[in-house]
């Protein structure tokens, strides 16, 4: 369950880690159904080999959810105001992806007090795959 | 281009005329069967976004769905437009499959949306630009998902990128 309020959260303040996967064809049907995001490159090895690639490769989107759950599950889905995050690397079959967050701001807008939170993915040999930022309310 | 094609680097694949396009509104549906699935398809353990019963103990109307269910949406917009004889946002943009990828996704939120929403959804591709010495080309795409009663619950900012190199 989410936490009650963050009003008690400082600066420096690490989210509690989360980690999803590894990564299999299993999850990556079943995210190409769910998403509507049919793209071959990602459920499909004869298309995938055929475009050069070794193999079928996750959908970002998925990574870029999971990383949406370590805020959400911290915070509560109904204060989450933004999120975004750049793509750095592809994410492959197998890999094991850790989401971290750290507060690195506090401010007040719109008449709440807000926190902002640096967010990274990181597979299991240290590559990074997503880089992103949440800004969560307190109240 | 031939599969062949895939090894040497070509130009520029985005259809780079449909900048400034917006795309036709549509309006979609949502149904709880999708945001259960969805959430399933992330490993959400929350039952809020499966068990009606839940979600109303927590306070929602019904199911919520999860923040990056907005890529489900547009893919509802798109069956929409499909009915409509109109070309999904990836065809208009002559998107090639082989080379795709996802630049950046930013998200602003000022709802949730629930199962029983009927949205409305607007899409304009907003600039094209290149990066690396043209190996990379990218495409900057805006989108909002807006209910009647509850206004702008979504605003996205996205990059798509064609890998060139």
């Known amino acids: ?139 | 281009m031939s599969e062949a094609d895939v090894a040497t680097k070509p130009a520029g694949l985005f259809d780079r005329s449909t900048k400034g396009h917006a795309l036709p509104t549509v309006s979609v549906e949502v149904e709880r069967g999708q945001i259960r699935f969805f959430a399933k398809a992330l490993g959400e353990s929350d039952p809020i976004h499966r068990d009606i019963d839940a979600a109303r103990a927590a306070g929602y109307p019904d199911l919520p769905a999860l923040p990056s269910f907005f890529m489900a949406i547009e893919a509802m917009a798109d069956e929409e437009r499909a009915l409509l004889g109109q070309p999904s946002l990836i065809t208009l943009l002559r998107c090639d499959f082989r080379r795709l990828l996802h630049g950046d996704e930013s998200y602003a939120y000022n709802g949730l949306v629930f199962a029983g929403d009927t949205l409305q959804f607007d899409t304009k591709i907003i600039d094209f630009y290149e990066k690396k010495g043209g190996l990379m080309e990218f495409v900057t795409i805006e989108s909002t998902v807006i209910h009647a009663a509850r206004g702008t619950l979504i605003t996205a900012t996205r990059t798509l990128l064609h890998r060139l190199g």
């Not at chain 1, 050069?52 to 889905?77: E, I």
């Open chain 1, 1 to 139: 369950m989410a936490n009650e309020n963050l009003n008690d959260v400082q600066v420096g303040d690490q989210l509690p880690g989360t980690t999803f996967g590894p990564i299999s064809r299993t999850m990556l049907a079943l995210y190409a159904g769910a998403s509507g995001d049919h793209n071959p490159a990602h459920i499909d090895i004869d298309f995938a080999k055929k475009a050069g690639l070794p193999d079928v490769f996750a959908h970002g989107m998925l990574s870029f959810g999971g990383l949406a759950q370590l805020v959400t599950r911290w915070a509560g889905l109904g204060r989450l105001r933004s999120f975004g995050a750049r793509f750095v690397s592809m994410t492959q079959v197998l890999d094991l992806i850790s989401c971290s967050g750290t507060v690195t701001e506090r401010f007040e807008a719109e008449g709440e007090t807000r926190l902002r939170i640096s967010l990274m993915a990181q597979a299991q040999d240290g590559r990074q795959t997503l880089l992103g930022e949440a800004v969560v309310a307190v109240g």
